[in-house]
Antibody, heavy 123, light 111 residues
Framework: QVQLVESGGGVVQPGRSLRLSCAAS????????MHWVRQAPGKGLEWVAVIWYDGSNKYYADSVKGRFTISRDNSKNTLYLQMNSLRAEDTAVYYCARKFSPPAATEDWFDPWGQGTLVTVSS | NFMLTQPHSVSESPGKTVTISCTRS????????VQWYQQRPGSSPTTVIYEDNQRPSGVPDRFSGSIDSSSNSASLTISGLKTEDEADYYC??????????FGGGTKLTVL
């Protein structure tokens, strides 16, 4: 079955860096774009970044642009999120999600989601 | 960019029907598809409606989605409520920036 497993979360001081990973299995990873979505404690969902299936296009939310970098290694079926200059407001559970759409569709959505990894930015 | 506004919470009794709204702040609700996600406590979100009114396999037909251009909103309706439906529900749509937009979420209590 399709499975996404995030790792790399933890406690980090403001201004420091952290890299998250998302290991994919059960589908042809190199055929799908991938997203990162985050959820601050007790809050709603916020889209963070997307990468196309071949890495050719990457887009970011304004809140993380210039600080976060999304990347992927299709040979390892793994998605990454490099987070630099972390701030307290980046504290959240970070989910990876497959960029899913039916054939010939012009829009996509998030399906499925991983279980998430918690990032806490605190001194 | 636009925003999607949902009620903070709704509650209803088992067996009843509840509707959760999602109002788009600018631009037409019909311009982009709306998805709905269910997030049970301690779990990741799962899709219950995609492309406004389509149900993924495995989602009961008690769940239905619709859009209303007159109110510029989308709705998720759950009929025959069960205690297992108690969860947070998020609407989501797409902005051409590109940007994927979520509503603030609605906490459904089945009491």
């Amino acid at each position: 079955q399709v499975q996404l497993v995030e790792s790399g979360g933890g406690v980090v001081q403001p201004g420091r860096s952290l890299r998250l990973s998302c290991a994919a299995s059960g589908f042809t990873f190199s055929s799908y774009g991938m997203h990162w979505v985050r959820q601050a404690p007790g809050k709603g969902l916020e889209w963070v970044a997307v990468i196309w299936y071949d890495g050719s296009n990457k887009y970011y939310a304004d809140s993380v642009k210039g600080r976060f970098t999304i990347s992927r290694d299709n040979s390892k079926n793994t998605l990454y999120l490099q987070m630099n200059s972390l701030r307290a407001e980046d504290t959240a559970v970070y989910y990876c999600a497959r960029k899913f759409s039916p054939p010939a569709a012009t829009e996509d959505w998030f399906d499925p989601w991983g279980q998430g990894t918690l990032v806490t930015v605190s001194s | 960019n636009f925003m999607l506004t949902q009620p903070h919470s709704v509650s209803e009794s088992p067996g009843k029907t509840v509707t959760i709204s999602c109002t788009r702040s600018s631009g037409s609700i019909a311009s982009n598809y709306v998805q709905w996600y269910q997030q049970r406590p301690g779990s990741s979100p799962t899709t219950v409606i995609y492309e406004d009114n389509q149900r993924p396999s495995g989602v009961p037909d008690r769940f239905s989605g619709s859009i209303d251009s007159s109110s510029n909103s989308a709705s998720l309706t759950i009929s025959g409520l069960k205690t297992e439906d108690e969860a947070d529900y998020y609407c989501q749509s797409y902005d051409s920036s590109p940007n994927w937009v979520f509503g603030g979420g609605t906490k459904l209590t089945v009491l």
